[in-house]
């Protein structure tokens, strides 16, 4: 699970992950988007080594080595969540969050993020997965720093 948080795909598409996705050299991973063509994402640095065993083709199996439904993973997540008392989370808060980093970082091209995140158009990222991290304190201390200037 630890790998969706570096890749921010969407609830369908971790299972559908197979090894020959991953292309270690470049850290780079083409999954499959929902709606079946390929798209391109970068890894940090070991995230592959974080997602399972390699018992098949694919990279999340169940015990019997076979591809785990979508929601399985999702279920995970909030179980862990409730376990650890925190507010649950789900597949799509991840996707969220890791596409709100990466705006946040100031460093990566929103064309790049767009591309990503498998949107069309970088309004669509903006508008539906871009979200304040921030507590309320960071959030006025930032608004001073800005009109500050």
Known sequence: MALCFQ????????????????????????????????????MGDGSWKCAGYEKSEYIFVGKDGQRIHSKALDTRIRKYCR???????????????????????????LNTIRDFAGHEDERTTLKCNCFNRQTDSQTQESIERALSL
């Open 7 to 42: 890749i921010g795909v969407q609830i369908g598409e971790p299972v559908a992950l197979k090894w020959a996705d991953i292309s270690e050299g470049k850290k780079e991973l083409s999954p499959y988007s929902a709606y079946g063509n390929k798209k391109h994402t970068q």
């Open 83 to 109: 376990y650890i008392g925190i507010g649950e989370k789900s597949m799509h808060k991840i996707r969220k969050t890791y596409i709100s980093t990466l705006i946040d970082s100031r460093t990566v091209n």
